[in-house]
């Protein structure tokens, strides 16, 4: 089939289903485009073909009745996820060569749906600051944005239809918007992050891109066990939706305010109800609260790295880890607290609304030399668990993709794909 790296995982699944492609076809058209692209955007850590060929051969034996919902799909997976049969470094020089001995747990669920593990995509620095060699594949000058910097260029780059990323802050949310694809970062916790080296336990959630909505359900889905967000199709009734500005705004760009503010217009204008207004005060001082809670989990998960290869740790995460030394138990239970609070006062900040909206970055991607970009604005989001989506929302004035951030209720997964798909048609 030509051009089956372009297919989404979707339409891919359906033309598997009916005999019009198989996996092999399909991976190595994957491969043949990842040999073309990856001198360029590098998006790929580990590649092992004899892998790749091991787990063709097995699905090929698998009878129709017994296939998975993902049979013959292509993912790319995080390097911060443990895999049994490849390396796994989390992006550092400690870790280099590292062998887990067992999969993630959310490796483990693509594997037994029949994904194919394509390899190992590039991650920042424990999914923190330090960037790997990726490159924005709209403009190799620019950053994919971070930390699942490698996931994100992979499918923007028809490279993989699907890939695995985690989000701390904004390692899912920012990726997206940058290169121009979808992202879901789920409630906190509904998948497992065992197996998974995490930044900061109480906050980083698994997340995954894709170049639509229905395959981010798709692959969440399946990492999750939940076949509600596998069969959620686009609302029947049209959302309610609202954006409440919240100071961080005052630092988004020109292109980043009218990305929102004109699909407002457009989604308001094809049925959705529109609310406007201002965040609630107590939730002024949550993207503060955020990173003391990151600093202080951060400085207390990394001991171990602090202790044996402090000179192997990059200066942004030393940077983190001293500040979270400097903060009392005290600091961190006030923060933690103040969270407690506004997660049980949600309903002031959606209103009568079920979808928030808002930015998924300050603008478009920056050039690499300044990093993988600003997480302002899904920190707070991120703090409260929220469900969140970034959908592709036009370009900036340097033509880069600029994304529309979308955000339930915690536990109200389901109704955000469907709301996200309602949306994703009435933009496109």
């Known amino acids: 089939m030509k051009d089956a790296c372009k297919l989404t995982a979707t339409d891919a699944g359906a033309a598997i289903r009916n005999g019009e492609l198989t996996p092999r076809v399909l991976a190595n058209a994957c491969l043949e485009r990842i040999g073309r692209r990856e001198a360029e955007t590098g998006a790929w850590e580990v590649l092992d073909g004899s892998r790749i ?3 063709l051969a097995k699905l090929e034996q698998v009878p129709g009745p017994e296939r998975g919902l993902l049979h013959g ?3 790319g997976i995080k390097d911060v996820y443990d895999t049994a049969d490849l390396p796994t470094a989390y992006g550092s020089a ?3 060569g590292h062998r887990p001995a067992w999969d993630a747990a959310a490796v483990a669920r693509l594997r037994a749906a029949g994904a194919v593990i394509l390899g190992k995509t590039v991650t920042t620095e424990f999914a923190y600051w330090k960037a790997g060699k990726t490159r924005n594949p709209h403009d ?4 994919p944005g971070g930390s699942s910097s490698g996931s994100a260029a992979a499918v923007a780059d028809f490279m993989v239809p699907l890939a695995t990323g985690t989000q701390t802050v904004a390692s899912t949310m920012r990726p997206a918007a940058f290169c121009g694809i979808v992202g879901f970062k789920p409630t906190l916790g509904r998948i497992s992050t065992a197996g998974i080296k995490t930044l900061a336990g109480s906050l980083d959630t698994v997340g995954m891109f894709a170049r639509c909505v229905p395959d981010v359900a798709l692959i969440g889905g399946v990492m999750a066990g939940r076949a509600d967000w ?6 029947a009734m049209p959302p309610v939706v609202a954006f409440a500005r919240t100071p961080e705004w005052d630092q988004v760009s020109a292109a980043g305010i009218a990305v929102v503010e004109d699909a407002a217009r457009m989604l308001e204008a094809a049925g959705a109800t529109l609310s406007t207004g201002s965040a609630p005060a107590a939730f002024a001082t949550l993207a503060d609260d955020q990173n ?3 600093a202080f989990e951060a400085a207390r998960d990394f001991s171990s790295e602090w202790r044996h290869h402090r000179a192997l740790v990059s200066p942004q995460l030393s940077e983190l ?3 979270g030394l400097l903060l009392s138990p005290a600091d961190y239970e006030t923060a933690q607290a103040h969270r407690l609070e506004c997660m049980a006062a949600l309903d002031g900040l959606f209103g009568g609304a079920d979808i928030l909206l808002a930015p998924s970055a300050l603008g478009e991607a920056p050039p690499l030399a300044e990093g993988t970009g600003d997480p302002l604005m899904s920190r707070a989001w991120t703090l409260l668990g929220l469900p969140s989506i970034s959908l592709p929302a036009g370009t900036g004035p340097a033509g880069l993709p600029l994304g529309l951030q979308l955000a339930a209720r915690p536990g109200r997964d389901a109704s955000l794909l ?6 994703e048609e009435r933009l496109a």
């Open 418 to 423: 469907a709301a996200a798909q309602w949306i």
């Open 140 to 143: 190799h000058s620019r950053t």
């Open 53 to 55: 060929d091991e787990q």
């Open 230 to 235: 596998v069969a959620a199709r686009a609302a």
């Open 73 to 75: 799909i292509p993912v």
């Open 292 to 294: 003391q809670v990151l």
């Open 94 to 96: 400690i870790y280099e």
């Open 321 to 323: 880890i001293e500040e």
